[in-house]
């Protein structure tokens, strides 16, 4: 079975571009979760959504975060206009949800990088 | 505001030791706390513990929960240098709707 995927892999943009980051979770999966993990930081949750529905934005850091899921299959993560301090590895990972079933499985990760 | 907080947040130890890393939480409605290991790429799942005293096992790795002191131990056996990595320590709550607070994390390398 594949497991979460994400793309692109490394992105390497200039502030004030637009930034899309896109992401694939596991089939049957009801829940997907966009984190954001820097060295100060650490793993930080962003946004979680279930059953396409966004949960809890409450970590999105300011309005040029945003995040959509137009169906169970995909998900973006949008950052407009962007800045060097969202360089940082951003992190998809979905879970099954029901039942219990906390294990959530990450993404390879976007490297993103804004000069 | 859920926490977890692990320790120590470094570890330098000799292949063959044996570490034990540690993961405390303050969370409402405590539903599972699950362990992470993070080499250079993702996180990838070891462990999920939801029941105290029962210890989960898988190779030289275990790990064990006691929700009466509000903590978690990692055990590592007979270290190899391929166990060197970040070990995450997160927990989830039954308020929090399969949302996971992670902590700091806790920095192994193992020295041939």
């Known amino acids: 079975d594949a497991g979460v995927i994400q793309s692109p892999r490394h992105e390497v943009t200039e502030m004030g571009q637009e930034v899309t980051l896109r992401c694939k979770p596991i089939s049957g999966h009801d829940y997907l979760f966009w984190y954001r993990q820097t060295m100060m930081r650490g793993l930080e949750l962003l946004i979680y959504?279930?059953?396409?529905?966004?949960?809890?934005d409450s970590g999105m850091p300011e309005d040029r975060f945003s995040a959509k899921m137009p169906n169970a299959s995909f998900s973006t993560l949008k950052i407009q206009p962007s800045e060097p301090r969202d360089s940082a590895v951003y992190f998809c990972a979905s879970s099954l949800g029901s039942g219990g079933a906390d294990t959530q499985y990450f993404g390879p990760g976007t490297r993103l990088t804004v000069l | 505001e859920d926490k977890v907080v692990q320790s120590p947040l470094s570890l330098v130890v000799h292949e063959g030791d044996t570490v034990t890393l540690n993961c405390s939480y303050e969370?409402?409605?405590?539903?599972?706390l699950l362990w992470y290991k993070q080499e250079k790429k993702a996180p990838t799942f070891l462990f999920m513990l939801t029941s105290s005293g029962i210890e989960k096992k898988s190779g030289r790795l275990s790990s064990i929960l006691d929700k009466k002191e509000l903590f978690s131990i990692l055990n590592i056996t007979a270290t190899q240098t391929g166990d060197s990595a970040v070990y995450l320590c997160?927990?989830?709550?039954?308020?929090?709707?399969?949302?996971?607070?992670f902590g700091q994390g806790t920095r192994l390398t193992i020295n041939p």
């Open positions: 969370v409402t409605n405590f539903r599972s």
């Open positions: 959504f279930n059953n396409n529905v966004p949960i809890d």
């Open positions: 997160a927990v989830c709550s039954r308020k929090g709707a399969q949302k996971l607070v």
